[in-house]
């Protein structure tokens, strides 16, 4: 009986893992654009390979644990230790067996380990504006393989705010001191709320009450985005929001669960 359990979970451990996973330091910087993030996995047109370019060990965790980087609490120094990972991936894994997967990796190559506990921290509700949204519903839904057009020419308008690329793709452009313009495809207000929680570093939940799916463009100036050019004087997304959207955002206090990091390597186990 003990054998047939033992055994049992031998196999259920082996299938967390991925099929062949690699981890080494990345190169240091040099004079150039230096380029980070991860593409490929479950939901992607790469479904059977994972890469992970430049990424730090925090962004590494936050990945593995679907985290927001307020949600995420420990050294300093993982936002600054890079790696390249590269793992292969088994047929027909899910999104949720694939976070299981990195979680196990982690936990093996970093010694990772871990507790979850709450936390009281500043929060904001997304909610309609006085007057009423400015935003135009979606017509017809975004087309899934479109991708945004290749930037060629780095473009500004009158006020110094990216231009973006013609089409319906989603994307966002940010220049140095915090200028960005961000265009939005067929999204949710629950989708918004949380791209909104990445730029300000809170959690955002949405509380407007509008259903529909919306296309909209917003130009705002990001705070700690980088030095200052000085003369960033444009809106804040306090200020954008209401006056670009007919949106705003209120301020609460609430409880948010947190990742807290009791122990991580800086330099994992060999390949």
């Known amino acids: 009986m003990r054998k047939a359990i033992f055994l049992t979970m031998l196999a259920w451990a082996q299938a967390q893992q991925f099929e062949v996973a690699s981890i080494k330091a990345s190169a240091p910087p040099g004079g150039g654009r230096m380029r980070f993030g991860s593409?490929?996995?479950?939901?992607?047109?790469?479904?059977?390979?994972?890469?992970?370019?430049?990424?730090?060990?925090?962004?590494?965790?936050?990945?593995?644990?679907?985290?927001?980087?307020?949600?995420?609490?420990?050294?300093?120094w993982m936002q600054s230790s890079r790696f390249m990972v590269t793992a292969k991936i088994p047929e027909g894994t899910s999104k949720e067996k694939f976070r299981l997967m990195m979680q196990n990796l982690l936990v093996e190559r970093f010694k990772l380990a871990y507790?979850?506990?709450?936390?009281?921290?500043?929060?904001?509700?997304?909610?309609?504006?006085?007057?009423?949204?400015?935003?135009?519903?979606?017509?017809?839904?975004?087309?899934?393989?479109?991708?945004?057009?290749?930037?060629?020419e780095r473009k500004t308008d009158a006020e110094g705010f990216p231009v973006l690329p013609p089409g319906r793709a989603p994307m966002m452009m940010m220049l140095m001191?915090?200028?960005?313009?961000?265009?939005?495809?067929?999204?949710?207000?629950?989708?918004?709320a949380v791209s909104l929680s990445y730029d300000l570093h809170k959690p955002v939940t949405d509380a407007t009450g509008l259903k529909g799916k919306y296309d909209f463009t917003l130009h705002w100036i990001s705070e700690g985005a980088g030095p200052s050019t000085g003369d960033d004087t444009g809106p804040t997304l306090f200020r954008a929001l209401p006056e670009q959207l007919g949106l705003r955002l209120e301020a609460k206090k609430g409880m948010v669960e947190i990742l807290v990091v009791d122990h991580v390597e800086k330099v994992p186990t060999e390949n």
């Open 39 to 76: 593409r490929g996995g479950p939901g992607t047109k790469d479904p059977g390979l994972y890469t992970c370019e430049n990424c730090d060990t925090a962004w590494l965790i936050r990945e593995s644990f679907d985290l927001k980087d307020f949600q995420l609490s420990g050294p300093d």
């Open 115 to 152: 507790h979850r506990e709450k936390k009281e921290m500043q929060t904001y509700e997304l909610v309609v504006a006085k007057g009423g949204p400015k935003m135009k519903e979606s017509e017809s839904p975004l087309d899934p393989d479109e991708r945004p057009a290749r930037i060629t």
């Open 177 to 192: 001191g915090g200028r960005a313009t961000a265009r939005h495809t067929a999204e949710t207000m629950e989708e918004f």
